[in-house]
């Protein structure tokens, strides 16, 4: 019984908690920069929703999740058109500091999660 329980509860530690994947940034920013010299600034709750905060000062909203491997953030408002593709990550437990490569519609930026929001 003891070693049934000891190997559950290995079994239990070994698979990472996807909640964590993004755990750094709930009470800090991710600051994307866009080749062509755009910020913006994306910030990421623990209830699994985001905000995008625009350099124009205008809003989008959506919802992350990580499934396959993959840490994939979709904005649900304003609507997206039919096919639009979310933007995905490899899951893994970000920190404060780290930077990231993605593409998105607009194009491709490099993030940085930073303290503080």
């Known amino acids: 019984m003891k070693r049934m ?12 908690a996807s909640a964590d994947t993004w755990s750094a940034a709930y009470n800090g920013t991710i600051v994307s920069t866009y080749a062509d ?3 913006v600034r994306v910030y990421v709750n623990p209830d699994h929703s985001y905000s ?7 809003m989008m909203r959506g919802v992350w999740n990580d499934a396959n491997g993959m840490s ?7 609507p997206q058109p039919p096919g639009a593709r979310p933007t995905c ?29």
Do not use: E, M
């Open 52 to 58: 995008i905060v625009l350099p124009n000062g205008n």
């Open 89 to 117: 990550f490899p899951v893994k437990q970000y920190q404060i500091g780290d930077t990231f490569s993605g593409q998105d519609s607009t194009g491709s930026f490099i993030g940085k999660i930073v303290p503080g929001r």
């Open 37 to 39: 010299g755009r910020v």
């Open 72 to 78: 994939c953030f979709n904005i649900t408002n304003p």
């Open 5 to 16: 329980l000891l190997l559950a509860f290995l079994a239990a530690a070994a698979v990472p």
